[in-house]
Protein backbone atom coordinates (compact mmCIF):
# COMPACT_ATOMS: atom_id res chain seq x y z
CA UNK A 1 0.00 0.00 0.00
CA UNK A 2 2.94 2.39 1.12
CA UNK A 3 4.81 1.20 -2.17
CA UNK A 4 2.06 2.25 -4.87
CA UNK A 5 0.95 5.68 -2.69
CA UNK A 6 5.06 6.63 -3.14
CA UNK A 7 5.16 5.65 -7.03
CA UNK A 8 2.06 7.81 -7.14
CA UNK A 9 3.67 10.46 -5.90
CA UNK A 10 3.15 14.15 -8.08
CA UNK A 11 5.08 14.35 -11.38
CA UNK A 12 6.62 17.55 -9.66
CA UNK A 13 8.62 15.78 -7.35
CA UNK A 14 9.79 12.93 -9.59
CA UNK A 15 10.98 14.82 -12.34
CA UNK A 16 13.20 17.26 -12.41
CA UNK A 17 16.52 17.90 -11.23
CA UNK A 18 16.80 21.05 -7.87
CA UNK A 19 18.21 24.59 -8.81
CA UNK A 20 20.39 24.22 -5.77
CA UNK A 21 22.92 21.48 -7.69
CA UNK A 22 22.90 22.14 -11.21
CA UNK A 23 25.86 19.82 -12.19
CA UNK A 24 23.65 17.11 -10.79
CA UNK A 25 21.50 15.20 -14.22
CA UNK A 26 19.36 13.54 -12.28
CA UNK A 27 17.53 14.14 -8.93
CA UNK A 28 18.53 11.66 -6.15
CA UNK A 29 14.60 11.71 -5.29
CA UNK A 30 14.33 9.64 -9.28
CA UNK A 31 16.90 7.14 -8.45
CA UNK A 32 15.46 6.08 -5.30
CA UNK A 33 11.96 5.56 -6.88
CA UNK A 34 13.16 3.90 -9.44
CA UNK A 35 14.67 1.17 -6.43
CA UNK A 36 11.25 1.51 -5.19
CA UNK A 37 9.37 0.72 -8.89
CA UNK A 38 12.29 -2.71 -9.50
CA UNK A 39 11.96 -4.40 -5.58
CA UNK A 40 9.44 -4.76 -2.89
CA UNK A 41 11.45 -3.50 0.29
CA UNK A 42 10.22 -2.27 3.22
CA UNK A 43 13.77 -0.35 4.08
CA UNK A 44 13.54 1.67 0.98
CA UNK A 45 9.56 2.44 1.71
CA UNK A 46 9.59 2.91 5.67
CA UNK A 47 9.62 6.93 5.58
CA UNK A 48 6.64 7.86 3.03
CA UNK A 49 7.43 11.77 4.66
CA UNK A 50 11.31 11.72 4.05
CA UNK A 51 10.66 10.71 0.33
CA UNK A 52 8.89 13.44 0.05
CA UNK A 53 11.11 16.34 2.03
CA UNK A 54 13.82 14.70 -0.10
CA UNK A 55 13.22 17.34 -3.50
CA UNK A 56 13.70 20.08 -0.62
CA UNK A 57 16.69 18.09 1.19
CA UNK A 58 18.72 20.36 3.62
CA UNK A 59 21.77 18.46 2.43
CA UNK A 60 20.99 20.63 -1.41
CA UNK A 61 22.32 23.88 0.93
CA UNK A 62 25.51 22.13 2.42
CA UNK A 63 26.01 21.26 -1.65
CA UNK A 64 26.27 24.40 -2.34
CA UNK A 65 28.18 25.41 0.35
CA UNK A 66 31.04 22.88 -0.34
CA UNK A 67 31.04 24.35 -3.90
CA UNK A 68 31.91 28.00 -2.63
CA UNK A 69 34.53 26.10 -0.21
CA UNK A 70 35.97 24.10 -3.11
CA UNK A 71 36.98 26.44 -5.74
CA UNK A 72 38.35 29.51 -3.00
CA UNK A 73 41.85 30.09 -2.72
CA UNK A 74 42.61 29.21 1.19
CA UNK A 75 44.98 28.06 3.61
CA UNK A 76 48.15 29.65 4.40
CA UNK A 77 49.04 28.44 0.38
CA UNK A 78 46.09 30.45 -0.26
CA UNK A 79 44.90 28.24 -3.09
CA UNK A 80 41.80 25.79 -4.04
CA UNK A 81 41.08 22.48 -4.14
CA UNK A 82 41.05 22.35 -7.91
CA UNK A 83 44.33 20.38 -8.62
CA UNK A 84 43.62 17.99 -5.81
CA UNK A 85 43.16 14.13 -7.86
CA UNK A 86 40.37 12.25 -6.15
CA UNK A 87 41.28 8.98 -8.17
CA UNK A 88 40.29 11.02 -12.00
CA UNK A 89 42.56 12.95 -11.99
CA UNK A 90 43.49 17.05 -10.73
CA UNK A 91 40.10 18.55 -9.68
CA UNK A 92 37.80 16.10 -11.87
CA UNK A 93 34.97 15.11 -9.43
CA UNK A 94 32.47 13.23 -11.75
CA UNK A 95 31.80 9.87 -10.78
CA UNK A 96 35.13 10.12 -8.06
CA UNK A 97 33.00 9.33 -4.75
CA UNK A 98 31.34 6.34 -6.62
CA UNK A 99 35.03 5.02 -7.04
CA UNK A 100 36.01 5.22 -3.84
CA UNK A 101 37.94 4.07 -1.42
CA UNK A 102 40.95 3.29 -3.69
CA UNK A 103 44.74 3.25 -3.98
CA UNK A 104 46.75 6.72 -4.36
CA UNK A 105 49.89 6.44 -5.36
CA UNK A 106 51.18 9.99 -3.97
CA UNK A 107 50.60 8.40 -0.11
CA UNK A 108 50.90 4.36 -0.36
CA UNK A 109 47.48 3.96 1.19
CA UNK A 110 43.78 3.21 0.15
CA UNK A 111 41.59 6.22 1.48
CA UNK A 112 38.01 7.03 1.23
CA UNK A 113 36.55 10.30 0.71
CA UNK A 114 37.32 12.17 3.90
CA UNK A 115 41.09 10.91 4.24
CA UNK A 116 41.99 12.14 0.97
CA UNK A 117 40.42 15.44 1.82
CA UNK A 118 42.03 15.65 4.92
CA UNK A 119 45.60 14.89 2.59
CA UNK A 120 44.61 17.36 -0.07
CA UNK A 121 43.89 19.93 2.39
CA UNK A 122 47.31 19.70 3.89
CA UNK A 123 49.52 19.42 1.31
CA UNK A 124 48.12 21.71 -1.25
CA UNK A 125 46.29 24.34 1.25
CA UNK A 126 48.78 24.18 3.82
CA UNK A 127 46.34 23.68 6.57
CA UNK A 128 47.80 22.14 9.79
CA UNK A 129 46.66 19.28 11.35
CA UNK A 130 45.40 21.05 14.38
CA UNK A 131 43.26 24.21 11.95
CA UNK A 132 39.36 23.70 13.05
CA UNK A 133 39.21 23.67 8.86
CA UNK A 134 40.76 20.01 9.19
CA UNK A 135 39.89 18.67 12.59
CA UNK A 136 36.50 19.67 12.58
CA UNK A 137 35.05 16.77 10.50
CA UNK A 138 31.38 16.69 11.46
CA UNK A 139 27.86 18.85 11.30
CA UNK A 140 26.57 21.09 8.73
CA UNK A 141 28.92 23.75 9.72
CA UNK A 142 32.22 22.12 9.63
CA UNK A 143 33.96 22.70 6.15
CA UNK A 144 34.01 19.11 5.84
CA UNK A 145 30.74 18.07 5.65
CA UNK A 146 30.46 21.24 2.92
CA UNK A 147 33.39 19.68 0.63
CA UNK A 148 32.52 15.71 1.22
CA UNK A 149 28.70 16.71 0.21
CA UNK A 150 29.78 18.56 -3.18
CA UNK A 151 32.22 16.33 -4.05
CA UNK A 152 30.06 13.35 -3.33
CA UNK A 153 27.06 14.69 -5.42
CA UNK A 154 29.04 14.23 -8.70
CA UNK A 155 28.68 10.66 -7.92
CA UNK A 156 24.57 10.92 -7.49
CA UNK A 157 23.37 8.43 -9.75
CA UNK A 158 26.46 6.84 -10.64
CA UNK A 159 26.84 2.82 -9.63
CA UNK A 160 29.27 1.96 -6.82
CA UNK A 161 32.12 0.61 -8.48
CA UNK A 162 35.64 1.03 -5.78
CA UNK A 163 38.56 -0.41 -8.25
CA UNK A 164 40.23 -3.59 -7.26
CA UNK A 165 43.38 -3.49 -9.84
CA UNK A 166 46.16 -2.88 -6.74
CA UNK A 167 46.45 -5.33 -3.82
CA UNK A 168 46.27 -2.75 -1.02
CA UNK A 169 42.63 -2.33 -2.53
CA UNK A 170 41.73 -6.00 -1.97
CA UNK A 171 43.38 -6.13 1.17
CA UNK A 172 41.57 -3.48 2.23
CA UNK A 173 38.04 -4.72 1.05
CA UNK A 174 38.90 -8.25 2.47
CA UNK A 175 39.63 -7.26 5.59
CA UNK A 176 36.42 -4.75 5.57
CA UNK A 177 34.53 -7.58 5.14
CA UNK A 178 36.23 -9.74 8.28
CA UNK A 179 35.72 -6.71 10.56
CA UNK A 180 31.66 -6.54 9.44
CA UNK A 181 31.26 -9.85 10.16
CA UNK A 182 33.51 -10.20 13.44
CA UNK A 183 31.33 -10.12 16.92
CA UNK A 184 32.77 -8.33 19.98
CA UNK A 185 31.44 -5.88 22.73
CA UNK A 186 29.20 -6.91 25.76
CA UNK A 187 26.64 -7.51 23.62
CA UNK A 188 28.73 -9.78 21.31
CA UNK A 189 27.26 -8.43 18.02
CA UNK A 190 28.62 -7.64 14.70
CA UNK A 191 28.13 -5.08 11.71
CA UNK A 192 25.93 -8.53 10.17
CA UNK A 193 23.86 -8.67 13.85
CA UNK A 194 21.57 -5.94 12.39
CA UNK A 195 22.20 -6.16 8.26
CA UNK A 196 21.81 -10.19 7.40
CA UNK A 197 18.42 -10.00 6.92
CA UNK A 198 15.79 -8.10 5.19
CA UNK A 199 12.48 -6.20 7.59
CA UNK A 200 14.72 -6.45 10.94
CA UNK A 201 14.06 -3.21 12.96
CA UNK A 202 15.94 -1.76 16.01
CA UNK A 203 13.27 0.03 17.36
CA UNK A 204 10.85 1.64 14.80
CA UNK A 205 13.51 1.60 12.21
CA UNK A 206 13.43 -0.79 9.31
CA UNK A 207 17.43 -2.15 9.07
CA UNK A 208 18.99 -2.57 5.85
CA UNK A 209 20.12 -6.30 4.44
CA UNK A 210 23.60 -6.07 3.41
CA UNK A 211 22.78 -8.89 0.48
CA UNK A 212 19.85 -6.97 -0.93
CA UNK A 213 22.13 -4.68 -3.30
CA UNK A 214 18.96 -1.98 -3.96
CA UNK A 215 18.82 -1.77 -0.07
CA UNK A 216 22.13 -1.34 0.55
CA UNK A 217 22.76 1.51 -2.46
CA UNK A 218 20.83 3.85 0.03
CA UNK A 219 21.97 2.36 3.04
CA UNK A 220 25.91 3.27 2.37
CA UNK A 221 24.45 6.67 0.30
CA UNK A 222 27.08 9.39 2.64
CA UNK A 223 26.73 12.30 2.92
CA UNK A 224 23.44 12.25 3.77
CA UNK A 225 21.00 14.60 5.67
CA UNK A 226 19.47 12.82 8.76
CA UNK A 227 16.25 14.36 10.19
CA UNK A 228 16.69 13.20 13.52
CA UNK A 229 19.97 14.72 14.03
CA UNK A 230 18.85 18.06 11.99
CA UNK A 231 23.06 17.84 10.26
CA UNK A 232 24.32 16.19 6.95
CA UNK A 233 26.28 13.19 8.27
CA UNK A 234 29.30 11.29 6.22
CA UNK A 235 30.28 7.48 5.76
CA UNK A 236 32.61 7.80 8.88
CA UNK A 237 29.94 9.01 11.07
CA UNK A 238 27.83 6.46 10.49
CA UNK A 239 30.35 3.66 11.41
CA UNK A 240 30.85 5.51 14.85
CA UNK A 241 27.43 5.30 15.42
CA UNK A 242 27.31 1.87 14.56
CA UNK A 243 29.79 0.89 16.90
CA UNK A 244 28.04 3.29 19.71
CA UNK A 245 24.78 1.31 18.96
CA UNK A 246 26.85 -2.12 19.21
CA UNK A 247 28.40 -1.46 22.27
CA UNK A 248 31.77 -1.56 21.14
CA UNK A 249 34.73 0.60 21.66
CA UNK A 250 34.97 3.66 19.10
CA UNK A 251 37.02 2.99 16.02
CA UNK A 252 39.41 6.15 15.31
CA UNK A 253 38.15 8.13 13.03
CA UNK A 254 39.41 7.93 9.45
CA UNK A 255 41.61 4.85 10.61
CA UNK A 256 42.53 2.02 7.86
CA UNK A 257 39.95 0.46 9.95
CA UNK A 258 37.56 2.30 9.23
CA UNK A 259 38.19 2.74 5.96
CA UNK A 260 38.35 -1.11 5.23
CA UNK A 261 34.20 -1.41 6.49
CA UNK A 262 33.54 1.35 3.79
CA UNK A 263 35.47 -0.72 1.22
CA UNK A 264 33.39 -3.55 2.12
CA UNK A 265 29.97 -1.52 1.94
CA UNK A 266 30.75 -0.56 -1.00
CA UNK A 267 31.73 -3.17 -2.84
CA UNK A 268 28.95 -5.15 -1.87
CA UNK A 269 26.54 -2.46 -3.65
CA UNK A 270 28.75 -2.37 -6.34
CA UNK A 271 26.76 -1.81 -9.93
CA UNK A 272 23.95 0.29 -8.21
CA UNK A 273 23.15 3.51 -8.24
CA UNK A 274 24.73 5.93 -5.92
CA UNK A 275 21.48 8.82 -4.34
CA UNK A 276 23.41 11.79 -3.18
CA UNK A 277 23.31 13.42 -1.33
CA UNK A 278 20.54 11.01 0.69
CA UNK A 279 18.24 11.97 3.22
CA UNK A 280 17.51 9.53 6.12
CA UNK A 281 15.33 8.89 9.91
Known sequence: MIRKALLALPVALAFGVTAHADHMQEN???????LIQKVDSPYLTQSEQNIMM???NPALWIVEDGKELFYQPRGPNNVSLESCDFGQG???????????PRYFEDTGRVMDLEARLVHCMMTIQGFPADDPAVRQRHGNESDHMKLQSYIASYSNGVPWDPPMDHPLEKAMRDAGEYIFFRRAGSLDMSCQTCHSATGQRIRASVLPNSSFQ?????????????????????SQHRIRGCYWQMRQAGPIPGSDGTIALISYWTDLARGQPAILPDMKR
Open 54 to 56: MED
Open 90 to 100: PGVLEAAYAKM
Open 28 to 34: PVNILLG
Open 214 to 234: EEWTKAISWPAFRVGHDHVRS
